[in-house]
């Protein structure tokens, strides 16, 4: 498989797997983007709201800790947020595109780049 794409399309599961992982991504990300916004609030002062160690808030920003629903709404009470949640409906468009096509007559493989993009609704 030489793509996202390939590897999307190549078993149901995959997709499964690429949808936990982007769920866990945004999750930490959100978290990240409130802690820097306003007076910008370290991992160690959010460890401390939540009376865990710096340790659990790193893991949580690296999406290595499994979070439930109950230590997200934790997470958002400390930061003084409210946690909102929608469904949208899945896509079978593979969300990746390319942003430099492979040129013709190179010798060599051409290197592509992948970026995110949006293609729901």
Do not use: C
Request: hydrophobic share 40%.
């Amino acid at each position: 498989m030489s793509t996202m794409k390939d590897w999307l399309e190549a078993d149901p599961e995959h997709h499964k797997l690429f949808e936990q992982e982007r769920l866990i991504v945004d999750v930490a990300e959100e978290i990240y983007a409130v802690m820097e916004r306003g007076e910008g609030m370290s991992r160690a002062g959010l460890a401390q709201r939540l009376g865990k160690s710096k340790a659990f808030v790193t893991q949580i920003l690296s999406g290595s800790r499994n979070l439930t629903l109950r230590t997200i709404a934790d997470i958002a009470g400390a930061l003084g947020q409210r946690v909102e949640i929608r469904l949208k409906p899945q896509v079978t468009e593979s969300p990746w595109m390319p942003i430099h096509a492979p040129q013709a007559g190179v010798q060599r493989p051409p290197m592509v780049v992948y970026q995110f993009r949006d293609v729901g609704p």
